[in-house]
């Protein structure tokens, strides 16, 4: 007999017909009623077995994580919260689970303890949530790109080139560290090693990225990019997942434009598709949130904040507009900011992102035209200022609770200006002669961005740290499983 998921029982009405279940259990109770989850639902099924027909030692076994196979009447609930439940006419244990030693009880653990079980982790509900949703928003993801007739590319995840500037590369080597080939004058030969030259895992795909939109115009990547910071935040991973469109023709504009699009629509992508999930999130982070003070507690629950996010136009704001915002504001008065913004310059911190998002606009805000100085070198330079202040068509996105989700800009896509910035900031122009052929012929306006798929799936699940939203994190000192 053929198996049906749990998810389509719980809407099934032929009552009265046999049916087949295997799933695992989440609690048995009075010798009676099992709680199944298979993963297709967040709900479980209740399965009634009549404990005198039942052998006392198979009935034992039914403990919370053990899997089994059970056929059944489906029937009418008589219980409260469900419909429909399963009379079990045979019952089979396909994998048992030592209640002594299963680290997981039906009882609330801590989200720190569960990352120490991550391997066990994706058997919560909390987890079965968060990745559900994690899901959603990757296909809504490919599902805009589609129909907006985007080219989805594959940029490597090897690099030979370490010129982006985005942040410390790991390096990957083949090479003995026990035996370091060494040229004449001592330094490591890298003409010995797997690629004959040093490589690195990418920290973005955006220079490829730009390639092969000046060919087929609009592209995009969503792969992993690594990075080597010691960043130890709630909104850092070593390891993440990034989105990165780049488009032939674009403005800052555009670029702005297409951001907030995609976003609003995988949010409510969610929203039209993961309601249990995002309802049961919801009510996660309501429980989480009543242990703090009055004051720290979210406005809005998870869902009402994404509403807010689809109805109201993300606020759009220059940088040099922020500081002035961000030198009068009452934390920077009061010598609250950790880094005081003391003037036009100065790179903002999540706490100055944080304050205009969460305190002054209370709305998603993108901020452009930042200084060029604290900006990578690709990006496309505006004219000097009344007062020479040198700035680029950079734009950031920030979100409540999250501060920068998305960077990006319009591209410098003139020869001679990209070759004098990659000189003030000592980027390595022959190493990067391949990119500079994409100014060399034919070259055009460009636009593009990246979004941290991590933040985004932080933001939607109103999870709190990045470490909850991706299955394996990696950060500094912790690459467990
Ligand atoms: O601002 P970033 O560094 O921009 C780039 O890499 C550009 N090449 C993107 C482009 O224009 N194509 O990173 C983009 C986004 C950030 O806004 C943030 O959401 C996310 O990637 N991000 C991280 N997410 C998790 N952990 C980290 N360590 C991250 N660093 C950046
Ligand atoms: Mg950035």
């Not at 994998?95 to 303890?113: C, I, M, T, W, Y």
């Not at 060494?182 to 920290?203: A, C, I, M, Q």
């Not at 950790?338 to 706490?351: F, N, P, R, T, V």
Request: with cysteine; aromatic share 10%; charged share 25%.
């Amino acid at each position: 007999m053929k198996r049906t998921k749990i998810k389509d029982l719980l809407n099934a009405t032929s009552f009265g017909t046999e049916v087949r279940i295997m799933g695992w259990v989440k609690t048995f109770r009075n010798n009676q009623f099992i709680a199944i989850n298979d993963g297709s639902s967040l709900q479980n099924i209740q399965a009634v077995v009549d404990f005198n027909h039942f052998d006392e030692a198979l009935l034992k076994r039914l403990t919370t994580g053990a899997s089994v196979d059970i056929q059944g009447q489906l029937v009418e609930s008589l219980g409260k919260g469900q419909r429909v439940e399963a009379k079990v006419n045979t019952l089979k244990i396909l994998g048992d689970s030592d209640a002594e030693k299963f680290p997981l009880q039906p009882k609330k653990h801590s989200l720190e303890f569960l990352r120490e079980i991550a391997h066990l982790r994706f058997r919560t509900n909390t987890f079965n949530a968060v990745f559900k949703v994690r899901h959603a928003l990757a296909y809504a993801i490919h599902q805009f790109f589609n129909s907006k007739g985007f080219t989805y590319i594959h940029t490597p995840i090897i690099t030979g080139s370490d010129a982006e500037g985005a942040g410390e590369m790991f390096r990957v080597t083949t090479l003995d560290f026990d035996n370091v080939p060494r040229t004449e004058s001592g330094e490591v030969n890298f003409k010995e090693d797997f690629f004959g030259k040093p490589t690195n895992l990418t920290v973005s795909g955006q220079l490829e990225g730009e390639l092969a939109a000046m060919a087929l115009g609009d592209i995009y990547t969503f792969g992993p990019t690594f990075r080597a910071e010691n960043s130890n935040t709630t909104r850092h991973l070593a390891e993440f997942w990034m989105i990165e469109p780049e488009m032939a023709f674009y403005d800052l504009n555009d670029n702005m434009d297409l951001a907030e699009d995609l976003l609003k629509y995988v949010i409510k992508y969610a929203l039209d598709n993961c309601s249990d999930e995002l309802e049961f999130l919801k009510n996660r982070l309501l429980d989480e949130e009543k242990q703090k003070p009055q004051n720290e507690r979210s406005e809005l629950d998870l869902i009402s904040k994404l509403n807010f996010c689809l109805d109201n136009a993300f606020e759009r704001l220059t940088y040099t507009e922020a500081i002035d915002i961000l030198k009068s504001s009452k934390p920077n008065q009061k010598k609250q900011f950790k880094y005081l913004i003391e003037g036009w310059g100065a790179d903002l911190q999540s706490e100055h992102e944080r304050y205009l998002v969460e305190k002054h606009f209370k709305k998603p805000v993108i901020l452009t035209n930042y200084p060029a100085d604290i900006k990578a070198f690709y990006m496309r330079q505006n004219e000097p200022d009344a007062e020479g202040r040198r700035t680029v068509r950079a734009m950031d996105i920030l979100f409540p609770g999250i501060g920068e989700i998305v960077g990006g800009s319009q591209r410098e896509e003139r020869l001679e200006k990209l070759l004098q910035r990659m000189e003030e900031m000592h980027v390595p122009a022959q190493e990067l002669n391949w990119y500079l052929d994409t100014r060399r012929f034919g070259s055009a306006p460009h636009a593009g961005f990246g979004l941290g798929f991590e933040r985004l799936v932080l933001f939607v699940t109103g999870m709190t740290n990045i470490r909850d939203v991706i299955p394996f994190p990696r950060t500094p000192k912790n690459a467990e499983f």
